[in-house]
């Protein structure tokens, strides 16, 4: 029986690795940080796997008649924004700008909720001196020759909790992600930077601390800006995997270092996204952007509903395929919306007004929402149910409260559906896969032809051989 029954929502925790309930330490308001994008260029959409989970999260949440605060921040100065800047002949404020702007138009084209604050880490530059000084007065960090200054992790009993490594494997781990900052002398191989002493290749991307001139480093960025927006202790703290080591087991040891309280409650992790079946990377030219699968003729809706399809803690593949299936289902989606009365959905507002009390025959999917997001099922429940629909003597009342149910469900997953199902031009990769299969037919290469279609059919599409050629039909 789901967790989910008493209309909770339940989430794995990444630090206790068990499944518990999310819900509002004071106030009424879930206080929640999502560490957010370093803005040296375009976000691809394993970036956004992350993100649209968290804001599915959010929606679940607030659905479910809980507030939220909601604050994501932007990197705009570490060792990749300054390269970038530098390397394109630009201040670094006028390069983070550009790609922020490029992040934020990316965002609304996925139906993402605007975070409530979303602070940048040079203009919280105080607050990371701050806590910076604060450590050093507990004896946490020491400084070093040219100025840096590091966090001592032989100074925190509790390091390695989150990740569950041990100490040699800490080790191991730090040694893996050696970057410029260990160029300079540190007690331990561990130890991270929290301040970085000025260098050469900063150019003029420096600031005055008591240390001498120098750069926060990455890690000391979320503390300070959770710390200014949620306060010492809060909710949950959220990202993708790879940031469980060492980002956020850095957050947690220097955070709770300064000041002597818990950190995040909860811990909220997103497994990666593969392309393929592979390792996503710029060699190999699967890193897709949102503007390069727009390319392909992917709208920014089918990306999303595809992102949504796997279970947020399972890694994904993303195939071009699986954008197919996604275009497909969304036209089903519209069939049922139409077959309900269509006209223009109700509004997430709306749908926050409703709640999820009462939702007959979608309350299946609504549940498996509450049982630790679980997509895949909450889609199949929601399908089982549209596809039993049956509008035709339903009274005009009924008929209206199972519209606002299914777009309850929609507006929860941040659905949005095409203005028509009108079919759409096979994108190039589907033709071309029909004619490789058409050319396997004339060699009577019967094999490779049913694999060819058994792909096209898996993508979404039939195919109808005709005598001068084929036609591609969406299913």
Known sequence: MSDAKDNCLFLQDT??????????????????????????GAAHIGNFRTFVAQDLFRRVTECNGLKTLHVRNLTDVDDKTIRGS???????????????????????????????????????????????????????????EDGSVYFRISSFGEYGKLSKLKSRDLSAGASRRTTADDEYSKESLGDFALWKGRREADGENFWESPWGEG??????????????????????????EDLVFPHHENEIA????????????????????????????KSLGNMYTLDDLRGKGHDPEVVRYALLSGHYRQPLNFTISSLEAARSALGKLLKAHNLLGGGDPPSYEESLARGGSELGPFKAAWEALLDDLNTPKALGALFSTVNNIDPEGLASDEKEGLRRSFWFVLNAFGICLPKTDAPKDPPAEIKELAEKRLQARLAKNWAEADKHREMLDEAGWLVKDLPTGFELISK
């Open 254 to 281: 220097q955070s709770i270092c300064s000041s002597g309280k818990p950190f995040a409650r909860h811990w909220f992790h997103i497994a990666h996204l593969m392309v393929d079946g592979g390792k996503m990377s």
């Open 86 to 144: 530098v390397k394109a002949g630009q201040e670094l404020e006028q390069f983070t700008t550009y790609w922020t702007e490029r992040f934020h138009n990316d965002c609304e084209k996925l139906g993402l909720l605007k975070p409530h604050v979303e602070p940048s880490a040079v203009a919280h530059i105080a607050q990371q001196i701050q806590l910076v000084e604060n450590l050093l007065q507990r004896g946490h960090a020491y400084t070093s």
């Open 15 to 40: 630090m206790s690795r068990g499944k518990c309930e999310v819900f509002a330490e004071k106030d009424g308001v879930l206080r929640f940080y999502c560490c957010g994008p370093t803005v040296y």
């Open 215 to 240: 750069r926060p480093g990455w890690h000391l960025e979320c503390s300070a800006m959770c710390r200014e927006y949620l306060g010492d202790s809060f909710d949950l703290h959220s990202g993708g």
